[in-house]
Nanobody
């Protein structure tokens, strides 16, 4: 059973940056496409970014393109989300996710099989 643990959330002022990390254990990291989702208060969980197995391709939600970057480290079994130029609309709980059957060319349809517990990101204006 794959386990995912997020870290790196916190409070940041608008315009600032944060880097989220997700550590995976209990499975072979390279078997999974990895992604990030977020859920703001009163809203549904939404896709943020995903990266394919071995990191050859990535995909981002339009709302974060040009501001967020996703990267994976197979040696450390981690996936990171670097966020810059944050704004209050980015405030949410951010969840790491892993997918067993999302191909590299279909990351827009990322279907998570495993979830982390989430980490809070708060952007103050």
């Amino acid at each position: 059973q794959l386990q995912l643990v997020e870290s790196g959330g916190g409070l940041v002022q608008a315009g600032g940056s944060l880097r989220l990390s997700c550590a995976a254990s209990g499975g072979t990291f390279s078997n999974y496409a990895m992604g990030w989702f977020r859920q703001a208060p009163g809203k549904e969980r939404e896709f943020v970014a995903a990266i394919s197995r071995f990191g050859f391709t990535s995909h981002f939600a339009d709302s974060v393109k040009g501001r967020f970057a996703i990267s994976g480290d197979i040696a450390k079994n981690t996936v990171n989300l670097q966020m810059i130029r944050l704004n209050p609309e980015d405030t949410a709980v951010y969840y790491c996710a892993a997918a067993t059957s999302t191909p590299a060319q279909a990351l827009a349809g990322f279907t998570a099989d495993y979830w982390g517990q989430g980490t809070q990101v708060t952007v103050s204006s």
